[in-house]
């Protein structure tokens, strides 16, 4: 069983910056894809970076030139930096996995494996 764990949540101000951490406990698969959705109260769930085997990348588009995903294979871990950060990025973050298709999509029916997720608030 795949076990996907985040850490680096908290709060902060408007513009302000956080670095989330997804410690992935198998990191072998030959292709898959992986990231990080949201969901803020009372809303759907929603993709905001994701990553394949290649390094391939996709953003939603109102975090594109604030966060930046990345992955350490060797450490088995996915990572966001998320900049400039705006009261509506709050939400809950959770780290997810797709290990059968190597496309970055954010189909979130596709995502096998689930973190338990990580609160990100940012006031105004």
């Known amino acids: 069983q795949v076990q996907l764990v985040e850490s680096g949540g908290g709060s902060v101000q408007s513009g302000g910056s956080l670095r989330l951490s997804c410690a992935v406990s198998?990191?072998?698969?030959?292709?898959?894809?992986m990231g990080w959705f949201r969901q803020a109260p009372g809303q759907g769930r929603e993709g905001v970076a994701v990553?394949?085997?290649?390094?391939?990348?996709r953003y939603k588009d109102s975090v594109k030139g604030r966060f930046t995903i990345s992955q350490d294979k060797a450490k088995k871990m996915v990572y966001l930096n998320m900049n400039n950060l705006k009261p509506e990025d709050t939400a809950m973050y959770h780290c997810?996995?797709?290990?059968?298709?190597?496309?970055?999509?954010?189909?979130?029916?596709?995502?096998?494996?689930w973190g338990q997720g990580t609160q990100v608030t940012v006031s105004s």
């Open positions: 997810a996995a797709d290990f059968r298709n190597s496309g970055v999509h954010f189909i979130s029916d596709w995502y096998d494996y």
């Open positions: 198998e990191y072998t698969r030959s292709r898959y894809c």
């Open positions: 990553i394949n085997m290649d390094g391939t990348t």
